[in-house]
């Protein structure tokens, strides 16, 4: 241990916080970090003239994007290599690998994960999934399981079921349970005349796909549904809102997704956990940063990262949320956007772990409110860099002022290589 940890675990000590615990805990807590970074959400899957040629939106171009699965797979050992504690790998749909064959997404089959699920298995990676409702011609008009076409409901039902199948088979091979989180962006730029007909269509859909299908196995598929705001192209009407997807996963017993990006700019998200977990029995949080709209910026080490941990330690519930990441900047070099973002969201989990949340709830009871307030001041420059330290060097980690010498490295032997 160095003399500055010995400092810091002290300091922490003097108010009841054992940061020997809290290390241990924040390391062990699984974070999923989400493929789409690696090469700007385009995927991998094979359409008519060749390979998918990209999904929603990524600012930027910056020379190294992966080209292929097996370098995305190599890029992702890489972050392994950079990111202390516990990860897992959130796979969306079109990172399938179909041997050079046109599938449709309504007939993927867990063959085309299985490279996938082998490096999961190689590297101890779980692996979570998600259906891709996005860039592809039967969303064109902007709606899928929403839309009035029959046939194109039918098709992205399908395409759901197929998905929950691959999470299912995910789950078995690496032995606990695989989150799948439903997002679509189904919406309208202007004011709808009927807003209510979509959002049935949508309603009966996902009771087909998901609440009443019989066919997956949902202790091992955990299924999650997505709500948002607005989006380019649906800045009015989105179908699955907040208020929607909050009822319709109360109402049938499926998990609420959390996205930090997917609010009013005025919002904060971290208000909201103590409310739902009341009657959601569980939330899957995605860490992302938005400015001044839905923007998924890099993730970084925020007062609204710090807020939302905070709040949930003090609320005790760390068994009922699951966190995973999700942006994506094309703009710098992918492997430090991973690297920045998910040892953010490690440091703010182990930042809340060290909160002195007895003593403040304690005090508030107390009706000392001032006293509350001065200790949460105080205990923003408890010595918490000599802590994190500690942690990177029990993990095998490098330091903050270490890690982007590795990734430079990685760029003039690997990604210099791509251009």
């Known amino acids: ?65 992966a080209r292929t699965p097996a370098e995305a797979r190599q890029d992702f050992e890489q972050v392994l290599k950079l990111v202390p504690g516990k990860l897992r790998l959130n796979l969306h749909a079109l990172y399938a690998e179909t041997a050079g064959k046109i599938v449709d997404r309504d007939a993927l089959e867990p063959k085309h994960f299985a490279n996938w699920m082998e490096w999961g298995k190689t590297n101890g990676i779980a692996l979570d999934f998600n259906p891709t409702f996005f860039a592809h011609p039967k969303a064109n008009d902007g709606y899928t399981l929403s839309s009035t076409d029959k046939a194109t409901r039918q098709f992205w039902i399908r395409h759901t079921v197929a998905c929950r199948k691959i999470a299912e088979a995910m789950a078995r091979q690496q032995g606990s349970p695989a989150t799948v989180n439903h997002w679509i962006p189904d919406g309208c730029k202007d004011y709808p005349a009927d807003r209510w007909t979509r959002r049935a269509l949508l309603t009966e859909a996902l009771d087909a796909a998901i609440a009443n299908d019989k066919s997956v196995n949902k202790k091992l ?43 009013h700019p005025t919002e904060e998200i971290y208000d909201k956990i103590s409310s739902l977990l009341q009657f959601h029995k569980r939330l899957l949080l995605h860490v992302s940063r938005p400015i001044r709209w839905d923007s998924d910026h890099v993730v970084i080490f925020n007062d609204a990262l710090r807020q939302v941990f905070l709040e949930i330690q003090r609320g005790n519930a760390w068994d009922r949320v699951t966190v995973a990441t999700d942006y994506f900047d094309a703009s710098i070099n992918r492997l430090a956007a991973y690297a920045i973002g998910l040892r953010a969201t490690r440091k703010a989990i182990l930042y809340a772990l060290l909160d002195p949340t007895a003593e403040l709830q304690k005090l508030e009871a107390a009706g000392n409110r001032a006293g509350c307030l001065a200790l949460m001041e105080d205990a923003k420059t408890l010595p918490f860099g000599a802590v994190w330290d500690e942690a990177c060097d029990i993990a095998g980690m490098p330091h903050d002022r270490q890690w982007m010498n590795d990734v430079m490295q990685y760029e003039a032997s690997v990604l210099s290589e791509r251009r």
């Not at 094979?46 to 929603?56: A, D, R, T, Y």
């Not at 380019?232 to 499926?254: I, K, P, Q, T």
């Open 1 to 65: 241990m160095s003399k500055p940890y010995i400092h810091a675990q002290e300091a922490y000590a003097e108010l009841g916080l054992n940061t020997g615990k809290a290390i241990k805990q924040a390391l062990a807590l699984p974070i999923a970090f989400h493929c789409w970074q690696v090469d700007d959400v385009g995927g991998f899957e094979v359409k008519e003239g060749g390979l998918s040629g990209g999904g929603i939106m990524a600012t930027g171009n910056y020379p190294g994007r």
């Open 221 to 263: 598929c955990v299924d999650y549904v997505e709500s948002k705001l607005f989006g380019l192209g649906s800045e009015e009407y989105v179908v699955g809102s907040a208020e929607f997807y909050s009822s319709y996963a109360l109402s049938r017993g499926l998990g609420y997704c959390l996205d930090m990006g997917h609010w």
